[in-house]
């Protein structure tokens, strides 16, 4: 079945350090992946998305490149802020088969420290 | 403000209680979801709801009753609840059944089962 791991946090940076949240994906057929955030109090949202090998999905300054080869996608920013913290969740659904459920990680708790 | 609004937003119950969570979006969608999120954990699919239809049950036990009377509200009646059942429960909606449609939150209800 699908499967998605990404890094256990919590994660803590400094204001304008690199951020790199690790995703690996199991998937039968060729999934579509996706980055959600939820920031405190709130639900989901969508923080963006690729959907063929080799896109990059960006937005609000994060990107992530749908790597087939290695089966990642991992989130990237230059140069966090505070208001980055967050809970973010890498997800995927694989629509081969004409089931398209999201499949969620564990969540990945970021803090930015000022 | 994502459209889809949540009550209540905090819930204790004992185990013998008989409680509703409530879901209202105002987005014109024709389906709704209930998500489980327990902590360190990935979000668990539990009903999804296509043009008041239920389209999907992800094996959850009998003591969760979904009811979806229109397209805009969506219920969850909860009844003789374990305390592993404490988790944030969220609601979301997309135009369209699947992952496919971007699917957008509600805040959640936090669900404490004494």
């Known amino acids: 079945g699908n499967s998605v791991t990404q890094m256990e946090g919590p994660v803590t940076l400094s204001e304008e350090a690199f951020l790199t949240i690790n995703c690996t994906y199991t998937?039968?057929?060729?999934?579509?992946l996706f980055w959600y955030v939820q920031y405190p109090g709130e639900g989901l949202q969508l923080l963006l998305k690729?959907?063929?090998?080799?896109d990059k999905g960006s937005n609000k300054g994060f990107e992530a490149t749908y790597r087939k080869e290695t089966t990642s996608f991992h989130l990237e920013k230059g140069s966090v802020q505070v208001s980055d913290s967050a809970v973010y969740f890498c997800?995927?659904?694989?629509?081969?088969?004409?089931?398209?459920?999201?499949?969620f990680g564990t969540g990945t708790r970021l803090t930015i420290i000022p | 403000e994502t459209g889809v609004t949540q009550t209540p937003r905090h819930l204790v119950m004992g185990m013998t209680n008989k409680k509703s969570l409530k879901c209202e979006q105002h987005?014109?969608?024709?389906?709704m979801y209930w998500y489980k999120q327990s902590a360190k954990k990935p979000l668990e699919l539990m009903f999804v709801?296509?043009?008041?239809?239920?389209?999907e049950n992800n094996s959850v036990p009998s003591r969760f009753s979904p009811e979806c009377p229109n397209s805009s509200h969506l219920f969850l009646h909860l009844h003789t609840l374990q305390p592993e059942d404490s988790a944030l429960y969220l609601c979301?909606?997309?135009?369209?059944?699947?992952?496919?449609?971007?699917?957008?939150f509600g805040p959640g209800t936090r669900l404490t089962v004494t």
């Open positions: 709801y296509s043009l008041e239809e239920r389209v």
């Open positions: 997800a995927l659904t694989d629509t081969n088969f004409g089931n398209e459920k999201l499949t």
């Open positions: 690729a959907t063929k090998a080799d």
């Open positions: 987005l014109g969608h024709n389906a």
């Open positions: 998937a039968t057929g060729y999934p579509s």
């Open positions: 979301a909606s997309s135009q369209g059944p699947g992952a496919t449609y971007e699917q957008y």
